[in-house]
Structure formats: structure tokens, C-alpha cells
Nanobody, 128 residues
Framework: QVQFVESGGGAVQSGGSLRLSCVAP????????IGWFRQAPGKEREGVSC????????YYADSVKGRFTISRDNMKNTVYLQMNSLKPDDTAVYYC?????????????????????WGQGTQVTVSS
């Protein structure tokens, strides 16, 4: 059973930074768009960012645009999410997943039903 493993979460103060990582043991990320999602208590899962397999512009939700940067290292089979200028509203469990339908990130909000191999997530808590 393929499953992503997310890491790098933690507790930071408002304005701080974290870098999340995700890997999928036994699964090559090459050829797939990879997305980061988050879910806060009582809220629906939200697509935060997506990175295409090779070319193509990454996608960012408006709420994180200019603060978060997604990147991937196919040699290390790892996708990263650099999060700067964190706000309390960024508090959530962060997940990554593979879009098995696309190698390019779709335009607009990411649809979680297109993604697979969800991990357990990593908690990010931002205090004011």
C-alpha cells in the first residue's frame, strides 16, 4: 500500500517559517503532479499548492500565495513546501498526495478526489 509520509511540521509563532517534506516509499513521484493540502479542525480539506512533474507553473491557493513555495527533487523523490510569514490561519494538518490523473497541475482549486496515496499528515500550529 503506497502512502505518503509528511514531516517538518511543528509549532511556531506568527511570522515564523517551516519547511514541510513528503516522500512516498516505494512510489516514484516522477511523472505525477503532487499536491499539498491542509485541513483545519471543523473545516474541509483545502488544496494549498501543486507542483507539476516537470514544466508548468505551480499552483498556490490565494491564501498562501507569496508566502509558500513548493518544490520537488525527483532525484530524492521528495516534494517540499516552504512556508514563510506563517499566520494563525495556517494552523492545520498538512498532507501531500499524488494526482494520478495528471502530470501537470490543473488550473484553479485542487480537487482532492483526483489525488491518491494520502499520508497521515503533519501538524502545523501557528500561535499569535
Amino acid at each position: 500500500q503506497v502512502q505518503f509520509v509528511e514531516s517538518g511540521g511543528g509549532a511556531v509563532q506568527s511570522g515564523g517559517s517551516l519547511r514541510l517534506s513528503c516522500v512516498a516509499p516505494g512510489f516514484s513521484l516522477d511523472g505525477y503532479a503532487i499536491g499539498w493540502f491542509r485541513q483545519a479542525p471543523g473545516k474541509e480539506r483545502e488544496g494549498v499548492s501543486c507542483i507539476s512533474s516537470s514544466h508548468g507553473s505551480p499552483y498556490y491557493a490565494d491564501s498562501v500565495k507569496g508566502r509558500f513555495t513548493i518544490s520537488r527533487d525527483n532525484m530524492k523523490n521528495t516534494v517540499y513546501l516552504q512556508m514563510n510569514s506563517l499566520k494563525p490561519d495556517d494552523t492545520a494538518v498538512y498532507y501531500c498526495a499524488a494526482n494520478l490523473m495528471r502530470s501537470l497541475c490543473p488550473a484553479g482549486p485542487q480537487k482532492s478526489h483526483e489525488y491518491a496515496y494520502w499520508g497521515q499528515g503533519t501538524q502545523v500550529t501557528v500561535s499569535s
